[in-house]
């Protein structure tokens, strides 16, 4: 089955801002964070890399459509601000989860790869929480290594 990334509309993009920051603040809270916390962690990070509440020439969001048209997820790619210009990150990924395990992340994630490069980019970059086994195994087949590793404890 075919993927493609289609932009997210002006109309669409609040919508977009608060499911994101929602998703955001759930896997801050299965990492341990309280309710509280992760929502106030999801909206300023979502509100500083959105300061207009709208798509920036440095972010990218997309629809991940399937071949029939129909929309599976989305995705959030652009660069990179802890350096240069050239590295770029894939901020946010979401395959909705009755369509998971068929192979389309892989390709959403080669379809942010060329729309990346052809921004300019030289490298491509993520974080995936340490829970989520599938994302890591995925990011991994498909070549991406391990550059850091952030561990806690709960006492």
Excluded: C
């Amino acid at each position: 089955m075919t993927v493609q990334l289609i932009p997210l509309s002006a109309q669409q993009f609040p919508a977009w801002m608060e499911r994101s920051r929602n998703e955001y603040a759930s896997d801050l809270i299965t990492t341990g964070e309280s309710p509280q916390e992760a929502h106030r962690r999801a909206y300023e990070s979502l509100d500083a890399a959105f300061p207009e509440n709208i798509p920036t020439i440095d972010n990218a969001v997309f629809d991940v459509l399937d071949g029939t048209g129909t929309t599976i997820g989305y995705l959030w790619v652009g660069t990179d601000s802890s350096e240069d210009n050239r590295s770029w990150w894939v901020w946010d990924i979401v395959v909705d989860e009755e369509h998971r395990g068929k192979g389309l992340g892989r390709k959403a994630m080669n379809l942010a790869e060329d729309y990346a490069r052809s921004q300019g980019a030289h490298t491509l970059g993520l974080s995936v929480f340490g829970f989520n086994h599938g994302a890591r195994g995925l990011y991994e087949s498909m070549g991406y290594e391990i550059v850091t590793t952030k561990m806690k404890k709960h006492l």
